[in-house]
């Protein structure tokens, strides 16, 4: 299920292979079936101006529709390769699809690159703010940052399927969630930042506030949990863990020790 950019249609799909769209009062708009994918649709979604739907099936195909019905495109893949995520860049110009690979094209269907490296389903994709970076995540444990070329930028290992990955609002992070219950934050050149520790199951969705404040995680666990991302009170949650111990070790470079002295307050 997916809302319009402007909020006022919401496109839906499933097992059928078939493609509706409805308005928020449950008038269906249309019905996309003669075009349509021959087995279960995986992701459906808007382009950033909501002039085109773009649909990604189990049957190894990515077709693109205009909000009357019309076909614009289609990219038949490869009837063995299961596609469940699809994303448009911020500029609508490009579509990647995600599922037993990973492959961008333009939106004529003129191939751009295929993402290798992921040994299993990669089931996650995101495109960064700026257009300029994919991260992936699969369920081979790795979440991989990419440049649109194709090009590996950063490879980061985990220990469990990788279910969601997204990028906060201004680019500087990605979050993952996996099915061992954990969250984590790396900053865009790979380096970790945090890891989030409260659920006792799988994650499988993670989102940030518009803002970037705030991160939203859905569990297995039957719970959703919000986290308080503001980077100061992080830097502030650690230090009152740790103060003392820059305080007080022995072993503690002394420029080390005023680290948390010159804090903004929360």
Known sequence: VEFSPDGNT?????????LRLWRLNVIPLGTYEGYGHSSFIGSVKFSPNGDTIASAGFDGAVRLWRLDGTPIS??????????????????????????????????????IA?????????????FSPD???????????IVRFWRLDGTPLAILPQSSSINSVVFSPNGNAVASASDNGMVRLWGVDGHPITSLEGHSDAVHEVEFSPDGKII????????????????NSLVQHGCDWLGDYFRTNPNVDESDRDLCEDLPDR
């Open 131 to 141: 257009g300029n970076t994919i991260a992936t995540g699969s369920d081979d444990g």
């Open 216 to 231: 939203a995680t859905a569990s297995d666990d039957g719970t959703v949990r919000l986290w308080d991302w503001d980077l």
């Open 74 to 111: 289609s990219f038949e893949v490869h009837s063995e390769l299961n596609y469940s995520d699809l994303e448009f860049s911020s500029d609508g110009e490009i579509i990647a699809a995600t599922g037993t690979d990973v492959r961008l094209w333009q939106l004529d269907g003129t191939p």
């Open 10 to 18: 919401i496109a839906s799909a499933g097992y059928d292979g078939i």
């Open 114 to 126: 295929t993402l290798e490296g992921h040994s299993r389903i990669a089931g996650a994709l995101e």
